[in-house]
């Protein structure tokens, strides 16, 4: 399960990344030459998904929990942007559930 939870890690932050560097570029008047990482990234980010367990609803589901709590620390420490309670709360109820569902693989 640690396997599975770290992958699901790398997954969000290179599918962040391949997300942020384009937004870089057309908001903040970044340099063109980022799209490359961001293409090289999302690249990783596709063959990432294809190391997963199986590609199924559940596994998307569970997935989706964790790149969740990565935006949200990208959003802190990447941004420099606090965090509210709530952000953390919500957070917090998505890694449960990613807990839950990935419990149901088991059962």
């Not at 063959?47 to 949200?72: C, D, E, F, K």
């Amino acid at each position: 399960m640690l396997r599975t939870f770290l992958l699901y890690l790398v997954t969000a932050v290179a599918e962040i990344v391949g997300c942020y560097l384009p937004y870089l570029w057309l908001r903040r008047d970044g340099p063109v030459y980022w799209l490359l990482p961001a293409a090289a990234s999302l690249a990783l980010f596709a063959w990432l998904l294809s190391l997963h367990p199986a590609a199924s609803g559940r596994v998307y589901a569970a997935y989706g929990g964790v790149y969740v709590g990565v935006a949200l620390l990208w959003l802190r420490f990447i941004d420099d942007v606090p965090l509210a309670p709530s952000d953390w709360l919500g957070a917090a109820v998505m890694l449960l559930g990613v807990l839950i569902i990935v419990h149901g693989w088991r059962a």
